[in-house]
């Protein structure tokens, strides 16, 4: 059997190593995986274990490159399971690594779903129908996304998604006030009666209580 006759570290951030079986490059393996295995040189390698070390470290590269987006922000598991299959990895991998990323609690759509809900209302209000539909798209489950939208009160968030947009809007215009804020909210997704209810809420805070022109 070939024995590793070289274990070197390869420049740049991804911390991998080219390993070297009888004076001659023949592999790369994560850097961890070499520590965690314990390779070192003069050590022999079947034709079976170098197959069972590059799987271990595919799972690895999988497990690393989820990591990555997570350290952005909390991502679904529907969300993180595509972006793992556009890096290329096999779905036993993916499906291995969502199971151990589970278990950390480093993957919880409950959690993904109350922070994203959270998020929106604090920073761009939007109807309970539109946080729905974009938690949907991130693959929540209708029982999750039920419990976590089931507070949301549309009429203040209405009114607190309007609340800068109609600062910068005409005073003196009402057609034109009412037309501007209605679209505005029509995008986050409020229905009419909420729409009419703040922009006239929002026109008399303004100073402006007469619609006659309208």
Request: proline share 2%; hydrophobic share 30%; with cysteine.
């Amino acid at each position: 059997m070939p024995s590793i006759t070289a274990i070197r570290k390869t420049r740049g951030s991804n911390q991998r190593c080219k390993i070297s079986l009888d004076n001659k490059d023949f592999f790369n393996l994560s850097y961890s995986v070499c520590e965690r295995e314990g390779l070192k040189i003069g050590q022999e390698l079947s034709p079976s274990q170098i197959e069972t070390l590059k799987l271990i470290d595919d799972c690895q590269s999988c497990y690393e490159a989820a990591l990555g987006y997570l350290s952005y922000r909390p991502r679904s598991q529907s969300e993180l399971a595509q972006k793992l299959v556009k890096r290329g990895f096999c779905s036993r991998d993916i499906d291995s690594i969502l199971a151990k990323l589970k278990e950390q609690g480093l993957v919880d759509d409950q959690a993904f779903a109350q922070f994203w809900h959270e998020n929106r209302q604090s920073f761009r209000p939007r109807s309970r129908s539109l946080t729905s539909q974009e938690l949907k798209k991130k693959g929540i489950s209708n029982e999750i996304i039920e419990n976590v939208v089931n507070t949301v009160d549309d009429v203040d968030s209405a009114y607190r998604a309007a609340l800068t947009k109609a600062k910068n809007l005409p005073k003196d215009n009402y057609h034109l006030f009412r037309q501007r804020l209605s679209q505005y909210l029509l995008r986050r997704g409020f229905g009419y009666e909420v729409i009419n209810r703040t922009v006239s809420r929002l026109w008399d805070e303004c100073g402006n209580g007469n619609t006659d022109e309208l």
